[in-house]
């Protein structure tokens, strides 16, 4: 994949849907009832990247209020999502420790690798960083997917759609946006950004919600190249 052309084609479709008004909220991110819960590998940013991220934030803060921002726990890079989050699952459904073995023994002929996070793109309903990889991490998951293949662990790689890029959601649609044209001009104006570059020394396993939320999230491994 052509990471740049999939992260501009998807940030001129979307942005032109939101300058018309034909973006969507998500009706279940303040919904305390929500109970979809699953186990994700995560990647997280260094200091200076979110630093740099938040800076954007803060400006997107000033011209729309209401909308939901990542803060630093929360921004992630979803390296695999090995259990994808559904109504009802818990951590007593399944052997962590079994998942951890079979992670370990597939991180095991890696080392740390790089991230650049630089410029934005957009879904009708998100703003994202565009994250810039190496081979390694797309080694990573296609050595994954082979491992959780062939063994017989709840999982549920790739049924939702086989992940390729390196980009972070830091902004959520949950209102009616209240200026459209100045949010579309100030996501242009980072849209060639650079965040920041980052070695991903680990990786972290987590039980999640939909949204990655600190207050929800679980560390159950953290492994380390």
Not at 22 to 34: A, K, Q, R, V
Not at 95 to 114: M, N, P
Not at 125 to 144: A, K, P
Not at 162 to 178: C, D, Y
């Amino acid at each position: 994949m052509n990471l740049a052309e999939h992260y501009n084609k998807l940030y001129t479709e979307s942005i032109d849907k939101i300058a018309r008004g034909y973006y969507e909220t998500d009706p279940l991110i303040d919904d305390e009832t929500d109970n979809r819960f699953g186990i994700t590998l995560v990647i997280r940013a260094d200091t200076e990247t979110n630093a740099n991220i938040q800076h954007f934030l803060a400006a997107v803060k000033a011209i729309e209020p209401d909308q939901y921002y990542y803060q630093n726990p929360d921004i992630h890079i979803t390296l695999m999502s090995i259990i994808s989050c559904y109504n009802g699952f818990k951590l007593e459904d399944i052997h962590i420790q079994d998942y951890v073995q079979l992670i370990e023994k597939v991180l095991a002929k890696y080392s740390s690798f790089k991230i650049n996070f630089r410029g934005l793109t957009a879904s009708p309903s998100c703003i994202l960083v565009q994250g810039f990889l190496t081979e390694t991490l797309n080694e990573i998951r296609d050595d994954l997917r082979l491992a959780f293949k062939n063994s017989d662990l709840q999982q549920s790689i790739d049924k939702r759609y086989a992940i390729q890029t390196a980009h972070s959601t830091i902004v959520r649609f949950r209102k009616p946006l209240q200026n459209k044209t100045a949010l579309v001009n100030l996501v242009e104006k980072y849209r060639d950004f650079d965040f920041g570059t980052f070695d991903v020394k680990q990786i972290e396993l987590v039980y999640n919600d939909w949204y990655q939320r600190e207050r929800f999230v679980k560390k159950l491994h953290t492994f380390t190249f």
